[in-house]
């Protein structure tokens, strides 16, 4: 395939080449990136990318879908399996996607809708007032406490009953520590209100056990399929089988057209790794590396939002160290240390240039890396905040972290092999 794109577009093929070695030579700790497997991104890349499938396996529009109706049969009966879900919706474009669908699932416009504010650790489609959920949809925000950098249950609770919303949408994209979904299902049950749980993040987690499911507790659950999940770039939804029909509905023909039959298919295998001891064994590796990687940083004076972390990430707080969020995370890209800057609670910052950066392990525990990596990312990091203006110490961690990044190669060994099967995985 390569060849082929070599030949007719090398300009394209060139900018491949250097995107992969960009990926291999740099230290990728932002939280929603990660590497698929090699199965994964031969899935994706394949024929059924050439198929239009709209409709949902029995009922679609289109003729030929013999094996497409198997597939996505296939990928939402294991996305039941792993989720312990009543249904599963596998066509999502994106995360963004499925949580508008389940809005447009349960609720009217002008329905009241309550998410966790952007600034705080929410996603954008949590109600946020730049996103078209808030215009949509009448949006009140709750948030976390500002000194403890953590849910406050009883003040969630207190903001419901005051707003009476039909929604209560539990999840964060920058939250580091774990969510109590019960405690989200019972504020909503106690004010009416349906139960959106958005675990685009922790999937993975959620799937290895690590991390407490919110399926028994919310009406319906949305997912991205990367991440900590470790597909392709796609979306999902799961929810109690009353709801399933209107799920269905809320993504086609509600916002879509067909699904992305290559995607789904890769969405497919990825759920089929996750189906295994050795992604359980990754997960568990996600989190003690999150943990490692706090708690050097701790040690190096850093201010972490909540103290730490429970799960895959970990948010500083740098005005303490004087130096914005942006700055230090353009320094850190230029020694190959890819983070994003992002907002803490109660950031005097504006949000295009915050006090903060949030960082993941992820893609790294994916290369094999463990605690002791950690430990020296933490030090890079550190060295970098302290000569943030020194381009000669700068350059020279970027050799460090090159020489660090050569002793994991990607891809190879994190390559499951199929179950039942005596071939090994590798490059």
């Not at 296939?74 to 399996?81: C, G, I, Q, S, V």
């Not at 190959?336 to 803490?344: D, M």
């Not at 790294?364 to 302290?386: H, L, S």
Request: charged fraction near 20%; glycine fraction near 8%; charge should be neutral.
């Amino acid at each position: 395939m390569l060849s082929a794109l070599e030949q007719y577009d090398p300009q394209i093929y060139e900018l491949l080449k250097q995107e992969k070695a960009r990926q291999s030579g740099s230290l990728r700790l932002i939280p929603s990136e990660n590497y698929v497997s090699r199965a994964v991104m031969q899935a994706c890349g394949s024929c059924l990318t050439n198929k239009y499938a709209e409709g949902y396996p029995g009922k679609r529009y289109y003729e030929g879908q013999q094996v497409t109706d198997l597939i996505e049969m296939l990928a939402t009966e294991r996305a039941k399996k792993i989720f312990k879900a009543d249904h599963a919706n596998v066509q999502s474009y994106s995360g963004s996607v499925a949580n508008v669908a389940a809005y447009a699932a349960l609720l009217e416009p002008g329905d009241t809708i309550m998410g966790l504010s952007l600034p705080f650790g929410g996603h954008l489609t949590h109600g946020w007032k730049a996103s078209m959920t808030s215009k949509v949809y009448n949006s009140v925000q709750y948030e976390v406490d500002p000194e403890t950098g953590r849910f406050d249950y009883n003040k969630i609770e207190e903001l419901a009953k005051k707003h009476r919303p039909k929604m209560i949408i539990s999840g964060a994209t920058a939250y580091p520590r774990e969510i109590d979904f019960e405690i989200f299902g019972n504020i909503a049950k106690s004010v009416g209100a349906y139960h959106l749980s958005d675990i685009a993040h922790i999937s993975g987690l959620v799937v290895a056990n690590i991390h407490k499911s919110p399926v028994p507790y919310a009406d319906i659950v949305s997912t991205t399929t990367h991440k900590t999940l470790r597909g392709p770039r796609g979306g999902m939804l799961l929810c109690k089988a009353e709801y399933a029909k209107n799920i269905d509905r809320a993504v086609f023909p509600g916002l879509q057209g067909g699904p992305h039959m290559h995607t789904l298919t890769a969405i497919a295998v990825a759920l089929n790794e996750a189906d295994t001891p050795e992604f359980i064994g990754y997960a568990k590796q996600v989190v003690k590396n999150a943990k490692a990687l706090a708690d050097k940083l701790l040690e190096f004076g850093f201010d972490l939002v909540s103290g730490g972390t429970d799960n895959h990430l970990i948010l500083i707080d740098l005005r303490s160290k004087d130096v914005p969020g942006k700055k230090l995370a353009k320094a850190l890209d230029r020694a190959k240390i890819v983070t994003n800057y992002n907002t803490v609670p109660c950031d005097p910052r504006p949000p295009f240039d915050p006090s903060g950066l949030r960082i993941g392990t992820p893609a790294v525990t994916t290369r094999g890396m463990k605690e002791p990596q950690m430990e020296q990312i933490a030090g890079f990091i550190n060295r970098i905040a302290d000569n943030i203006d020194n381009d000669t110490v700068i350059e020279q961690i970027g050799k460090e972290v090159l020489m660090l990044c050569s002793h994991f190669p990607v891809p190879g060994h994190f390559i499951i092999p199929p179950k039942n099967s005596h071939i090994n995985g590798g490059d």
